[in-house]
């Protein structure tokens, strides 16, 4: 996908990402799965400000629902990590 390394690094280490448009976006997805959906008017107006709109928050909605689906269903069917992936296999090391 060609994602900055840079980004995964930060994303991982639970770090600030390098633009503020991005952290935005960080901070708009965390704030969507921690809430359950239910963002606050504050939080969704930061997300406006850095410049997105209600269709990115769609987005955000549909990427998040394919990522559960996928999960979940591997993880019932206990799908073993593709040979290409498992390079970039990692394991958080905080909760």
Known sequence: ??????????????TAL???KLQALHEMTLS?????GNASEADIQSFYDAGYDSQNL?????????????????HLAETPLDEGFKKFAWESKTT
């Open 58 to 74: 769609l987005d955000i909605i549909l990427g998040l629902s394919q990522k559960i689906i996928s999960n979940y269903t591997n």
């Open 1 to 14: 996908m060609k994602v900055d390394p840079a980004i995964t690094v930060a994303l991982r280490n639970r």
């Open 32 to 36: 969507i799965v921690r809430n359950r």
């Open 18 to 20: 390098h633009t503020k």
